[in-house]
């Protein structure tokens, strides 16, 4: 069993950033992906951003060059850096982590962008 923390997010205007952290309780080092999926009210959830455990990162189209992943393997901990932040990345941003394929998620944090 693995659980996830997230913390961050909250609320922002236009154009600013947030960071969001997701803490496991144990090592991501055999961890086969990890990163954000997120849902905004009536739509379906999407893929934002997920590093592989061979360091790889992924994003979705809508993201791209905006948002950045890391992960910090001492910590246990995969991080998402959001900038130029839009009103429609409001959403729940849930964190996913695959372990021996299986997948875990954490409770989800909101991020709300203003115009």
């Known amino acids: 069993q693995v659980q996830l923390v997230e913390s961050g997010g909250g609320l922002v205007q236009a154009g600013g950033s947030l960071g969001l952290a997701c803490a496991a309780s144990?090592?991501?080092?055999?961890?086969?992906?990890m990163g954000w999926y997120r849902q905004a009210p009536g739509k379906q959830r999407e893929l934002v951003a997920i590093?592989?455990?061979?360091?790889?990162?992924n994003y979705g189209d809508s993201v791209k060059g905006r948002f950045t992943i890391s992960r910090d393997n001492a910590k246990n901990t995969v991080y998402l850096q959001m900038n130029s932040l839009k009103p429609e990345d409001t959403a729940i941003y849930s964190c996913?982590?695959?372990?021996?394929?299986?997948?875990?998620w954490g409770q989800g944090t909101q991020v709300t962008v203003s115009s």
């Open positions: 144990r090592s991501i080092n055999s961890v086969s992906s």
């Open positions: 590093v592989t455990g061979g360091g790889t990162a």
């Open positions: 996913n982590a695959v372990f021996r394929r299986q997948a875990y």
